[in-house]
């Protein structure tokens, strides 16, 4: 966990030690362990969880940092099925919620105090991502009632109302949002930044285990949950095996280009083992989408050494990689090879995107609303196949939010990508720190190319360390201005 100095911590007030405040909170404490006991007797162990993040949220009043490191660990493992998605019936009320919501008031107690409340928010993160995306959430709320009845009937959509469908398709998914601004600002306000490189290690091991271990207690052949008819084989974690392939081809970029960054001989072997539990999750999840994300990354690395060294491991780790890796992989990544461009597509083109045409054109300018394939005709005539994104992450943009909103977003992440870049080259940081956001760019480099098959633009869970760096390069920027 993250420490600070003493005088790198702002409190909001101290109370005198006096023998009265001292039985209060004797008193207080028991009120609340007593009414914990009580929770957990009636809402069985959520309870506990939820008593942990209230304890965390007050540790997090002292220090919003905290809460920031606990996001870090426990926000990925949220999107699983493994973590509480409510507590007593009540939709959104969970741990992560709770801590989220303490942070960032936390974090707003702090930023009123000196003043820098106005600059909380980047304004290419506000006027290039979040208002379109917000306007076209706002657009999309009127169409509630036009969604197609078979994603209601079997559950692909947990809403039936105008609240229902701002809260899930605007408001959860603005949370990784809100997430990257509190890791910036705690970038920002931390002298040693790589302290954050623990919580994030940590991160990408209990995802990438979860799909290690849900695959050997499964008992399934690699053969078996390599076709295409076990697509759905990791779906019980939370997440589809493409989204946790395109988590961890991010997760690797970062990994890898830190690992050649650091000089420290433990650092690297931590980093190295953490790499090769990622690329095995990667290859579990037989996402062909995935499978072409890690080989430009890796393809990224090398070009980008300028030693001989480097390309020497580089083609080194990479034929150990090959040697390897089983033949169900090999199959599955050339699945519909020299059976035409829709078989290798797995029939998105000729049963998704060309059925996709006239909805395209119905509002090219400012689309449809966030998730307008729902109500989209190809869906509801069956022209198109019963599903709910197009499978391409630029045609999925058009559709929601028209070409504005498509140029506009791809505007932000080539800002992004400049701004990786920069920090990347930076002298004046640690060579681990110009790895990290050196592999974070070619991270963001391969989800922008594998996005044409796949994915999506607008926040998803799979994005979680993709907003983890850009919190980290939001905060590495704000400390240079204020410096």
Known sequence: MMMASRDDITTYGSFPASPLLKACAILGIALVCVLWGVSVVVAEWNALFVGLAVIACILILIDFRVGVVLLMLLMPLSYSQFFPRQIAGITGLNPVNLLLMGTLTSYFMYALTNRSIARSVPRPLL?????????AGILGSRHVGDIAFFFVVSEQVHFVNTVGYLRDMVVKPLFLVAFAILVGAAVART?????FLVPTLASMWIMSLMVVVYFVLSGSSLRQIAG???REFLTPLGMHANELGRMYVIAYGILLFTWAGTKDYWTKVVLLATMAIVVVALALTFSRGSFAGFVLVSALFLVS???????LFGGLFAAIVFFFLPDAVYERATHGFGAGANAISAGRIDMIWKPLIPDLLRSPLYG????SMLWSDAVRSGRSLLVTHPHNAYLQTWLDMGIIGLVLVCAYFVHVWKGLRALGRDPELRGDQRGFFEGAAAGLAAFLVTAFADGSLTPKPEQIFLWLAIGMMYGHRARKVTS
């Open 127 to 135: 006027w290039l991502y979040a208002a379109p995306f917000v306007v």
């Open 368 to 371: 449809n609303g966030i998730g």
């Open 305 to 311: 050494r300028r030693n001989i060294a480097g390309l």
């Open 191 to 195: 002298r040693s930044s790589e302290k």
């Open 228 to 230: 295409t008819s076990a």
